[in-house]
């Protein structure tokens, strides 16, 4: 167990104990250090540790372009699925789980009807993102989302995963995210740098770097 994933046992304790009236015990000075103490050992145990950081557009550009020249079918959705996490700022869960039913696309943007666990499932929640020519003048992005819309279409119902392909056993859990985002940085030859790590969650971190880099908002959607 890592030091950091002390957090839910310790909230669960006091959470605990304060239901049934007692004070919370996992609090306090011996605690801090008894934390510091772990974390120590932790780290001499684990001289490698890394730290989950964004992923950078540019390792994002190079998954874009072997979507787009790629004659791989599960080479292409496995990238047409990050560009989408990316753009979106998806969860693992929501952008695994998208069903055909959710997404419009047109040739100057794309909309995605997002069911996550911080938006009501009995309520709409659509959020569109526009192809802006300032900001991708070659129209990749849509390129590459149109090459999938164009392959996936002919074997798709509204119920079905927007990622899914005839044949498929997935379970569609949202690890798979972080197993194509490795796949496709081997293709790529793209690695973290020492330190770093790179996973499902760093989709949505670095897609959010990268539109505050370049001015956008969502307000500006």
């Known amino acids: 167990m890592h030091e950091t994933s002390l957090n839910l046992y310790l909230a669960a304790i006091n959470q605990a104990h304060e239901d049934i009236g007692l004070p919370r015990p996992a609090l306090g ?17 684990n001289p490698n540790a890394c730290t989950r950081m964004p992923v ?18 599960h080479t292409l959705r496995m990238c047409a699925c990050l560009v989408v996490c990316y753009s979106w700022y998806n969860r693992a869960d929501t952008g695994i789980q998208l069903l055909r ?19 009501a499932r009995n309520v709409a929640c659509p ?11 070659d129209a990749l992005v849509y390129r590459l989302l149109q090459r999938w819309l ?21 379970d569609w859990q949202p690890s798979i995210i972080t197993k194509w985002l490795r796949s496709c940085l081997q293709l790529v030859h793209r690695a973290p740098p020492v330190g770093e ?7 949505r971190a670095g897609g ?6 370049i001015g956008w908002t969502c307000s500006t959607s």
């Not at 419009?104 to 938006?119: A, P, R, W």
């Not at 959020?127 to 991708?136: A, G, K, L, N, S």
């Not at 959010?208 to 880099?213: D, F, T």
Request: negative net charge.
């Open 29 to 45: 000075h011996y605690l801090t250090l008894l934390r510091k103490g772990f974390a120590a050992q932790e780290g001499d145990l």
């Open 150 to 170: 164009t392959l996936s279409s002919p074997h798709h119902s509204a119920s079905d995963i927007y990622w899914s392909l005839p044949g498929d056993t997935h």
């Open 56 to 73: 950078p557009a540019d390792v994002m550009l190079d998954i874009l372009h072997l979507g787009l020249g790629t004659d791989n079918t």
């Open 101 to 119: 039913s959710h997404v419009t696309l047109t040739d100057t943007s794309m909309t995605i009807n997002t069911k996550s666990k911080t938006c």
């Open 197 to 203: 790590s790179w996973s499902g969650h760093s989709m």
């Open 127 to 137: 959020i569109t993102r526009r192809f802006d020519p300032r900001h991708d003048p």
């Open 208 to 213: 959010a770097s990268a539109s505050l880099a």
